[in-house]
């Protein structure tokens, strides 16, 4: 078994800040992916990563900056926030090649003040 | 247009029931790959159970089952005997072709299971 870990937890941010998203997993995942959730919406892809150093933009990557420190972690990067912007964050990871199911972290809910 | 849908924003069921969520989904693709997800009110999301696309049976897991009917391209989850704690949002995705970014998620269904 494995876990995903997200920190923080919650982020409190003001206007116009650049804001950081860390995640990190233990399952030995080659592909992690970072998704935005808003209320009443499905998960939509900012940025994913197939191993480590890869970079590859979702349809959400603007606005955001993505880095695969190494193939455990996995860091967003909000590049200026948006007034009045909430919204839960997710991390996944899968097997490279494996058409598998992701495994999700618990999430980062983001406000901007 | 969604490559994923799910019409029924939310159900509610009595304790000890069956419910059936919808799910349609659209793909040119030979092979893909379904999945349900449920998503707590702590916001954590497990996965539940998947289906291939090659695969005539039904996917079983415990006291969740999958209804595939792929001339229509639906994927009803059914929960028998539901539970309080089955209380939750889920949703349906579906996978298709190589691509690593092809994962597409439905908007969910709300499920309150009242006892």
């Known amino acids: 078994g494995g876990i995903i870990t997200q920190t923080p937890k919650f982020l409190i941010g003001q206007e116009g800040q650049k804001l950081t998203l860390k995640c990190q997993q233990n399952f030995n995942h080659d592909t992690m992916y970072w998704y935005r959730q808003d209320s009443g919406k499905g998960l939509r892809l900012i940025y994913y990563s197939i191993t480590e150093n890869d970079l590859q933009k979702g349809d959400l990557s603007e606005g955001y900056d993505a880095s695969r420190e190494k193939k455990s972690s996995f860091s967003l990067t909000v590049t200026s926030a948006q007034k009045n912007e909430m919204a839960v964050f997710l991390c996944?990871?899968?097997?490279?090649?494996?058409?598998?199911?992701?495994?999700f972290g618990p999430g980062t809910r983001l406000t901007v003040l | 247009a969604q490559k994923v849908t799910q019409t029924q924003t939310s159900i509610s069921v009595m304790e000890k029931t069956t419910v059936t969520m919808d799910c349609v989904y659209e793909t040119q693709d030979s092979s893909y790959f379904l999945f349900w997800y449920k998503q707590t009110a702590s916001g954590e999301i497990v996965f539940l159970i998947r289906q291939d696309s090659y695969k005539k049976e039904n996917a079983t897991v415990g006291h969740y089952s999958l209804n595939f009917q792929k001339p229509k391209s639906s994927i009803g989850l059914i929960i028998t005997a539901t539970q309080i704690e089955d209380s939750a949002v889920y949703f349906c995705?579906?996978?298709?072709?190589?691509?690593?970014?092809?994962?597409?998620f439905g908007k969910g269904t709300s499920l309150t299971v009242i006892p």
């Open positions: 995705a579906m996978r298709e072709g190589q691509g690593y970014q092809n994962f597409y």
């Open positions: 996944a990871s899968i097997l490279w090649g494996a058409f598998a199911e992701q495994f």
